[in-house]
């Protein structure tokens, strides 16, 4: 009677030391994914602030999504990629009121050259739907704008393209 219970203490003692080693192991193996983790967070984040201090909001907008994929909840990653887009916004405000102005001013050249801006900046950085339609109506908007300078200068609807690719779909 005594041996068995000796016994079954001795197989709780290993299998408890085995459940130990094991998560013991988890442990660690989830440590070191952290730590890479970290460090691809770190790397994306410090391209997207070099890029954000030099003016580039673009690119540090997609640099800051790359490090919020390492991180959801990086407070850091979020919080420039909320001020990234709202200095993304501001320069395309920017640029559809110097469009606005220059076509009030009959300088057609230069509103082509401040909707082409727009529609450069916004293409390479917006999502298409289901349907093949960029998701962000500025887009739209610009576009439209040019279209009422082609009426306005008398040339041919649809000539004015600001991407090769635009030429080369529509």
Do not use: M
Not at 41 to 68: D, I, M, P, T
Not at 84 to 104: H, L, P
Not at 130 to 137: A, R
């Amino acid at each position: 009677d005594s041996n068995d219970v000796e016994e079954v203490e001795q197989r709780a003692k290993i299998a408890v030391k085995e459940f130990d080693d094991s998560i013991l192991k988890e442990v660690r193996s989830n440590n070191k994914k952290n730590k890479l983790n970290k460090e691809k967070l770190a790397r994306y984040f410090h391209r997207g602030l070099r890029e954000y201090r030099e003016g580039n909001y673009f690119r540090a907008y997609a640099e800051f999504q790359n490090a919020k994929l390492w991180d959801s909840k990086d407070p850091t990653a979020n919080f420039y990629l909320r001020k990234t887009a709202e200095k993304q916004n501001e320069i395309i405000a920017t640029y559809f009121s110097k469009g606005s102005r220059d076509v009030d001013a009959l300088n057609y050249t230069a509103a082509i050259t401040a909707y082409c801006t727009i529609v450069r900046l916004l293409v390479h950085h917006t999502p298409k739907d289901k349907d093949g339609n960029f998701t962000d109506p500025r887009i739209k908007q610009a576009k439209q704008s040019l279209r009422l300078i082609e009426k306005k200068t008398g040339v041919e609807e649809n000539s004015i393209f600001c991407t090769r690719k635009e030429d080369i779909e529509e």
